[in-house]
């Protein structure tokens, strides 16, 4: 098999089964970048994680509250209209995305929104949502489509009489907050519970594991014949994205992403006239909002995790930054970056490897150089990126079935 970014495939696996620990590393030195792409492999897990329990969500992990999440997730009563829920733009059969370029909103206008839907799964593993990071929690990620007239368009009264008029929302509202759906005078409370156990429900859709953690675990405990069952073309895919492509400088841990911001070089010209600022709006957006992890809403009385809202600056660096996304479920996830312009992976290789670094901020983004790769380089990452696709995925059914009110 032939090599990439100066290790073989043979050579990948040879090292491979010495990198069992860093002792393993330190007492057999090994030539050339191969130990340090091995380690980057091993970072990229174990998969999956638990997802963190969210201090400032006081139904987080909630088991009635789970219930309730998924039943409002499928329920498009949720909008106004009755025809848009959060599963329209979010569709399980499309990996939780809506297969297009930009969003569509509700209403009768259904009006082309500026942005790509983001894919769900694993959601829970972030600490900034939305493609500018404009909400800093879950459940305030949640609450801006109910909210925004494009969208759905609700308000707070509409969202608490759909709670308190079905008697089996109304049931797991009571099982998961402990009362009944506030009156018309707290239906801002009603709504922003209503949020929280979305997010609840959402901190479960954890995805399972790839092909790509099959050959992490393999090599993590020497085992040769399982991981030789790695395609070779996924193989030289993985060297180059561990090694020249340095993809894992951004794309890094168990979740590729680490989670933050930055410009990529795409245009960021929604229209003529009209930017998307990306971040530096986000930040303007997150700090502004009432909902975010410093304002009443949070049930993290300490409001320790809204330590990095509290720190957030604008710079014009952020203009044209956005979120770096998951690379897990990827191939699922088509069309790609905040605005949809690229169809495929392939048109997103061909973008890394023919870098425009005349679009880059010149204060910012100097690692992001044109890899330069063949087409035959570009192949094997792209055999590699659809090695992160789970084997299995878990029961999304919107049905959890009747409830029964406790204590009742």
């Not at 297009?100 to 206008?109: N, Y």
């Not at 959601?123 to 007239?149: K, M, T």
């Amino acid at each position: 098999m032939r090599g990439a970014a100066g290790l073989t495939a043979a050579g990948f696996l040879a090292c491979g089964l010495v990198l069992m620990s860093s002792a393993a590393v330190a007492q057999t030195p090994l030539p050339g970048p191969a130990p340090e792409e091995l380690r980057n492999i091993q970072r990229h897990g174990p998969w999956s994680q638990p997802v963190p329990r969210d201090p400032s969500n006081r139904v987080s992990g909630n088991a009635e509250a789970i219930a309730l999440g998924r039943a409002l997730f499928f329920d498009p009563r949720l909008s106004p209209s009755a025809d848009l829920s959060c599963a329209t733009c979010h569709l399980p059969e499309r990996a939780l995305t809506d297969g297009r370029d930009r969003a569509r909103g509700g209403g009768a206008a259904k009006p082309r929104l500026d942005r790509n839907t983001p894919g769900l799964w694993n959601v829970g593993h972030g600490r900034w949502f939305g493609w500018d990071g404009g909400s800093d929690s879950l459940w305030s990620f949640a609450l801006r489509p109910i909210l925004h007239p494009d969208e759905m368009g609700a308000s707070a009264a509409h969202v608490a009489r759909l709670l308190r008029g079905d008697a089996n929302l109304a049931c797991r509202y009571a099982n998961a907050f402990g009362r009944a759906v506030p009156p018309e005078a707290a239906a801002e409370s009603a709504l922003v519970d209503a949020a929280k156990a979305l997010a609840a429900y959402l901190e479960t859709l954890v995805s399972g594991a790839s092909a790509f953690d099959e050959l992490r675990e393999a090599l993590a405990r020497g085992d040769a014949t399982a991981a030789a069952r790695y395609p070779d073309d996924a193989r030289r895919g993985l060297a180059l994205f561990a090694g020249k492509g340095q993809c894992s400088i951004c794309h890094f841990g168990p979740n590729f992403s680490n989670g933050e911001f930055h410009n990529i070089g795409m245009p960021h010209m929604v229209e003529p006239g009209r930017v998307d600022p990306g971040r530096h709006g986000g930040i303007r957006r997150v700090r502004a909002d009432k909902y975010n992890l410093l304002g009443a809403f949070s049930d993290d009385a300490t409001r320790a995790s809204g330590s990095r809202t509290l720190h957030l600056a604008q710079n014009h660096g952020n203009y044209g930054q956005f979120k770096v996304p998951s690379l897990r479920n990827v191939e699922l996830t088509a069309p790609y970056m905040h605005d949809g312009r690229l169809a495929t992976l392939r048109e997103v290789v061909r973008h890394y490897s023919e870098l425009n670094v005349d679009r880059l901020h010149q204060d910012g983004e100097a690692l992001l150089k044109p890899l330069r790769l063949s087409d035959a380089e570009s192949e094997d990452l792209v055999a590699f990126l659809r090695t992160l696709t789970s084997r299995s995925f878990p029961d999304l059914n919107p049905a959890p079935g009747p409830c029964e009110r406790r204590g009742a």
